[in-house]
């Protein structure tokens, strides 16, 4: 089976105005969504508590409030987490600092727990979770505590600007090992291409305000991994059919290179977005954002390493002459018998 | 061309699949419910607590798989949760001393020689087997604060026996202490009065004119000296009191300069843990009442006027006076040592200038008397009627009492006027030396902690996360397999045998590592999954173009794994480093994923290269070969 004909041909380069402005008009649109409306960072980045509960039948979300009103929590978000019977309460930070809010969760199963009149048993741990009932009985907690996260207040700010340093280092640490092994004009090329699927996955949860974790950015930085495996492996024939098609413009070494990359190109983002895909199937809750993150950044990543990087290579003048100098690669690369 | 691996190659391929597939064993077998008694605060346990833990278990007919003493105590393995729940009631009702901390907790049923090789199943984390987990920041200028004040009441002291006037100490807002003198000369012998004794402050000076002035402040290196203490102190105090919450596995870790991770896993109340962190502990000096017959009056319980009774902590009693001589808040430092003349173990402590004067009288006067060092810490425990059963009020909530417990460390004879250092002499071994300099220093926290992230997982949820990890690995996986396959026809069989090599791969080096493995990670691991293959298309497709230019099909082979030998290190070692600057930064679960992923990246460049290449060569090598099947 094969997904591609015997030798392609397309003329990726000839169609580079076109896809420029293809990239132009989605990093416009993210970064205006992210200069209008931010993202809709969880509390990883914000600080807050998060409770997810879950029932042993369905739950009504306008009674749960009513318990929630009742117990002064007036400023807490409830809404539904998956399941009927799951919901997820999300709590801003108290005033009073972090303490404080480090107690709120519990505080806040318990107002939960009171309408069973239940409440966690002091020797519940292990496998189940369980509750002294009102007539001191021990049985499993009808309404069972999933998890709990608390961010503090610095903490948060901190996570936010380590986030935005790890993007930065492993950027410059790309930058400075594709120079080393290739050219600065792929180095720039590759940082271009990275930049660029950066900005549309992060704009992509800006614009449809889906929530910005620690594992989202995680996703991101994964993305910059995958995305520079592509295109590395086009730069690395770029860089050999310069020195085998000496007589050819670099416009068509470049777009023999891709053309030659393709299939692989193409194969290896089919299994990733197999398994993506199933991570976003059966990973759960938990996991969705992060699965999406490289949904999305997969299929940017592989539009980069065709549309983007190699035709920025080119406009800044990419030549043979560049990738001469490195004779111990040349003998590598020696013909063949 | 032959395409035939020498020897050794395959030799290398076997040697390291061998001990993958052991070290990955263990993962195969599942957990069976078990109980751990650990040794609290620093005690460890022996073979005679392992015979009474079996006697007790047959007094009770609960039979267990097997009972087993180790370095971090002992391990009952059990049939079932039932079982487990009765032998944890009978264990706990049994073994009442505060020596001991019990839990459940699941214990590996891989069999017994696997162990012995250090084949342990991964290390799974929080958000995968439940449990409380915080980061705990320690307030440091709190702490410092404190410690700038008993410098000032030191330095009274001392500028008072050097008999040097001054116009006052006045603390500063910077943590510093700003002395005022009449004039120069007085300065000038405050100044040797600091080089001796205070050799941690930075000595500046301001003013002149009938205002002469001299700015202290800690040096940076002393201030960092005291961060460091503090926070090992700190983690020693919590060491101690969360032993008892009953967790099985309870890690406390430092985290940079002023941080510290404390994971309970298992535990389903953080507000519990938060409760045990936030305790106050304390000692206290007193004169031992040797008038009197201890054992008497523990037997008629008429205890003599003005003393009181007291225990050691293996349960002897004694009397002591009930007048404190000076608190834990007095005591600056405790360290272990070996005595410069005798050679034994012994443990220096440091007063402040207030229970240094205490110190000196009260000692004076009583030489050749003993002197008890007592340990106190209050905690609320849930009350339970005779049988063991949880008492509630009226809303079912459980009834809470708060209880001080109070043990004598030790009570040694006072040999000579103490002040504001002295020795605790007379110990056994260098072993309790140091553990008694740490339960000293661990007494209180030495400086306020904060909790600045908090995460508890539900014990259904971490089931469920494991769940849907799994299955996401084998869908990913299947579905990789049969692309594959369908693509790639008998190489990509080959491809398929390498990609379930480097699963069991990533499984048997987190395993050896004990790296924790959370839901990111298994996330890392489904990624790697698909990338995985990447080097197995790279060379496919490298063969299939050499065929097309027209080569054999054995040089097909040789070229293409070849060629694409460069591009497969370039495009892995760029991932690599996306994932270690993720692990610098990573704080828990992220850090998972970073390392997953790191591992991934490298077993997958061995198994599609050098393993793939293995079979390759065993198929087709060393013969007339027409087509391939690619």
Not at chain 1, 54 to 61: F, N
Not at chain 2, 65 to 90: F, H, M, N, P
Not at chain 2, 91 to 114: D, H, K, V, Y
């Amino acid at each position: 089976m094969e997904l591609l004909k015997k030798d392609t041909n397309f003329n990726f380069l000839a169609a580079r105005r076109w896809t420029a402005l293809a990239s132009a008009a989605l990093l416009v649109v993210s970064v205006v969504a992210l200069v209008q409306q931010r993202l809709n960072f969880g509390i990883d980045f914000t600080g807050g508590t998060l409770v997810e509960v879950s029932y042993d039948e369905p739950v009504d979300l306008a009674q749960v409030r009513t318990v929630l009103d009742a117990a002064g929590y007036d400023r807490a978000i409830v809404q539904r987490f998956g399941a009927a019977r799951d919901i997820l309460v999300r709590l801003p930070l108290a005033e009073d600092g972090d303490a404080g809010a480090a107690v709120q969760s519990n505080a806040l199963m318990r107002a939960l727990r009171a309408p069973f009149a239940e409440s966690l048993s002091p020797d519940s741990s292990g496998i189940r979770q369980q509750c002294l009932g009102a007539a001191g009985e021990t049985a499993d907690c009808r309404v069972q505590m999933r998890r709990v996260e608390f961010v503090g207040p610095q903490f948060g700010d901190e996570l936010t600007e380590l986030g935005s340093l790890a993007m930065l280092y492993a950027l410059i640490g790309i930058l400075v090992y594709v120079a080393w092994r290739f050219q600065w004009r792929f180095a720039l090329g590759s940082v271009a291409a990275l930049v660029h699927d950066v900005l549309i996955v992060v704009g992509f949860f800006s614009v449809f305000r889906i929530e910005f974790s620690l594992p989202v950015l995680a996703a991101v930085l994964a993305v910059i991994g995958y995305s520079l495996n592509d295109t590395i492996v086009v730069f690395d024939r770029i860089r050999e059919n310069f020195r085998r098609m000496r007589k050819s413009p670099s416009v068509q070494v470049i777009n023999v290179s891709i053309n030659q990359t393709l299939r692989r190109t193409l194969l290896t983002s089919v299994t990733t977005l197999l398994v993506v895909l199933a991570l976003l199937i059966l990973g759960g809750e938990v996991i969705r954002g992060f699965a999406l993150a490289l949904l999305v950044g997969v299929l940017v990543g592989t539009y980069s390493s065709i549309f983007v990087a190699s035709p920025i290579v080119l406009v800044l003048g990419i030549s043979r002459g560049d990738l001469m100098p490195v004779k111990k690669e040349g003998e590598e690369q020696a013909p063949l018998p | 061309m032959l395409n035939k691996y020498p020897f050794w190659k395959y030799l290398l391929i076997i040697l390291v699949l061998l001990p993958g597939f052991l070290y990955a064993l263990p993962n195969l077998f599942g957990d069976d419910p078990g109980v751990q008694i650990r040794g609290a605060r620093g005690a460890s346990l022996g073979a005679a607590d392992l015979e009474r833990v079996e006697a007790i278990l047959a007094d009770e007919e609960i039979s267990a798989a097997a009972v087993t003493l180790d370095d971090s105590g002992i391990k009952i393995r059990l049939a079932d949760g039932d079982a487990q729940l009765r032998a944890r009631e009978a264990l706990r009702r049994e073994l009442a001393e505060r020596r001991f901390s019990i839990a459940l907790t699941l214990l590996p049923a891989a069999p017994q020689w696997l162990g012995t090789l250090y084949a342990r199943p991964m290390y799974l984390g929080l958000d995968l087997r439940g449990g409380v987990h915080f980061l705990m920041e320690m307030d440091l200028d709190a702490a410092l604060v404190d410690h700038m004040q008993n410098t000032a009441a030191d330095l009274r002291t001392e500028l008072r026996r050097a008999r040097v006037r001054h116009k006052g100490i006045r603390h500063g807002q910077e943590l510093n202490l700003r002395l005022r003198f009449d004039d120069e000369q007085r300065r000038e012998a405050a100044r040797e009065v600091l080089r001796e004794n205070f050799p941690d402050l930075a000595v500046g000076e301001s003013g002149g004119d009938g205002d002469y002035r001299l700015n202290l402040t800690l040096t940076d290196s002393r201030r960092d000296e005291l961060g460091g203490q503090y926070l090992e102190q700190n983690m020693a105090a919590l060491r101690n009191r969360i032993d008892e919450l009953g967790v099985a596995e309870p890690i406390v870790q430092r985290q940079g300069e002023r941080r510290i991770v404390l994971q309970l896993p298992g535990l389903q109340d953080p507000n519990r843990a938060k409760e045990v962190i936030g305790r106050t502990a304390t000692l206290e000096m007193r004169l031992v009442d040797e008038d009197h017959d201890p054992a008497r009056a523990a037997e008629s319980g008429a205890v003599p006027a003005e003393s009181k009774l007291y225990s050691f902590r293996n349960g002897a009693p004694i009397l002591l006076k009930d007048n404190v001589i000076y608190s834990g808040r007095n005591m600056v430092d405790a360290a272990a040592s070996l005595d410069s003349l005798s050679g034994g173990p012994i443990v220096s402590i440091t007063l402040d200038a207030a229970g240094a004067r205490k110190n000196q009288q009260v000692t004076g006067d009583n030489i050749g008397r003993r002197m008890a060092v007592v340990y106190i810490e209050t905690r609320s425990e849930v009350q339970r009627d005779a049988d063991g059963k949880i008492e509630t009020d009226a809303d079912g909530r459980p009834l809470r009492e708060t209880i001080r417990d109070e043990e004598v460390i030790t009570a040694p004879v006072i040999r000579d006027q103490l002040g504001k250092r002295f020795q605790i002499e007379g110990l056994d071994s260098v072993a309790e030396a140091r553990d008694l300099a740490l339960l000293l220093r661990a007494g209180a926290l030495a400086a306020p902690v904060h909790i600045i992230e908090e995460r508890t997982v539900g014990p259904s949820m971490g089931r469920q996360n494991i769940t849907q990890g799994v299955r996401s690995v084998v869908l990913g996986f299947v579905l990789v397999l049969i692309f594959m396959v369908l693509y790639y026809r008998l190489f990509g069989m080959v491809a398929n045998t390498a990609l379930f090599v480097n699963l069991v791969l990533i499984v048997a080096v987190l395993s050896l590592l004990q790296a924790t493995l959370t839901l990111p990670g298994v996330a890392g691991i489904v990624l790697t999954v698909g990338m995985a293959v990447d080097a197995n298309v790279l060379i496919f497709e490298r063969i299939r173009e050499e065929i097309r230019n027209g080569n054999s099909p054995q040089a097909s082979i040789h070229l293409g794994y070849d060629k694409a030998f460069s591009t497969i290190v370039d495009a892995n070692l760029t991932t690599l480093i996306a994932a270690i600057v993720l692990f610098n930064f990573g704080t828990g679960p992220i850090k998972g994923f970073a390392i997953t992923l790191s591992i991934g990246i490298l077993t997958s460049m061995f198994t599609a290269i050098v393993g793939t290449r293995g079979v390759v060569n065993l198929v087709y090598g060393g013969r007339r070969v027409r087509r391939l099947a690619i």
